[in-house]
């Protein structure tokens, strides 16, 4: 179940990701980024009232989380800013081999830190990934 | 310089996920794509508004564009649910295959206005080496 859940998590990023570009290319680029979050806050709020689950929105257990998990849309934040930069200045191949390898290079520190998972074949298939999407872009590139 | 600007970014998206998850272990699901996209929202809506000085504007655009949200929660919901479960690493090596096919997929029907271009056989070791490393990845 996981495992179909993440390859659809693909499906759903490659789609986004042109749908963020149509919207960016119709608004801008920050116009089309906040149609997003307008929609998601809206949507995912009345989700957790649809689901009984509106306690946790109370300010004590807000507060009782610690800070820095709340981080994460911050790092995402920033990290869009610097693949846009990045991008224009190297080009899609590159740009997105470079971040997924900064990508997968932190999961696997990090599933270490938080989940203690970690063994050799996990990163030899993490190296596989990345050296077999390269060649498939690099291939990719040259049919076009 | 520009690669190490990549690479950050890609740091820092995969940190993203990691944190998500941490989220979920003190929300719902939803409580997670709440919270994930309405900071993100707090700080674009100050960006946009008090330093660019842009006015905000989002009509006139085909149907599927207004889906982003959506697809913004299904993202950060299954990320979340599933790197809590399996690790960001299997989730990351899976979703990379996800969106290789689905890239093929989109690009071989020419769907969201994209040039249609048919698969290349070239491609195909590449995309046996990657479902190699998605299988090491599951099994380890």
């Known amino acids: ?144 | 310089m520009y690669y190490i600007i990549l690479l950050i970014a890609g740091i820092l998206q995969g940190a993203m996920n990691s944190l998500n998850a941490q989220l979920g272990e003190h929300f719902s699901l939803f409580g997670v794509t709440f919270f994930v996209h309405f900071i993100a929202l707090v700080i674009l809506l100050f960006y946009l508004l008090a330093i660019k000085k842009e006015k905000l504007r989002f009509s006139g655009a085909p149907w599927y564009i207004y889906l982003v949200g959506v697809m913004g929660i299904g993202i950060v919901a299954s990320s979340s649910w599933v790197t809590m479960h399996i690790g960001a690493g299997t989730l990351m090596a899976i979703s990379t295959l996800g969106q290789l096919l689905s890239s093929e997929f989109i690009d071989a029907l020419g769907l969201f206005g994209m040039e249609k271009v048919l698969p290349d056989r070239r491609q195909i070791p590449g995309f046996l080496i990657v479902a190699a490393g998605v299988a090491l990845v599951i099994i380890f």
Not at chain 1, 67 to 80: E, F, K, P, R, T
Request: proline share 2%; glycine share 12%.
């Open chain 1, 1 to 144: 179940m996981y495992y179909i859940a993440a390859f659809l998590n693909g499906f759903l990023n490659t789609i986004n990701r042109l749908t963020n570009v149509e919207a960016g290319k119709r608004f801008g680029t920050g116009n089309g980024a906040l149609i997003n979050y307008i929609e998601a806050t809206i949507l995912s709020l009345f989700l957790i009232f649809i689901t009984g689950k509106s306690g946790e929105l109370s300010p004590g257990h807000i507060v009782s989380v610690p800070l820095w998990i709340y981080l994460g849309s911050v790092a995402g934040l920033i990290a869009q800013v610097l693949q846009i930069t990045g991008t224009l200045k190297t080009g899609a191949l590159i740009s997105s081999i470079l971040t997924l390898a900064g990508n997968l290079g932190i999961a696997i520190v990090l599933d270490y830190v938080f989940y203690g998972i970690a063994s050799p074949g996990k990163v030899a298939g993490i190296f596989l990934v990345l050296l077999g999407t390269m060649m498939v872009e690099k291939s990719k590139k040259r049919h076009s």
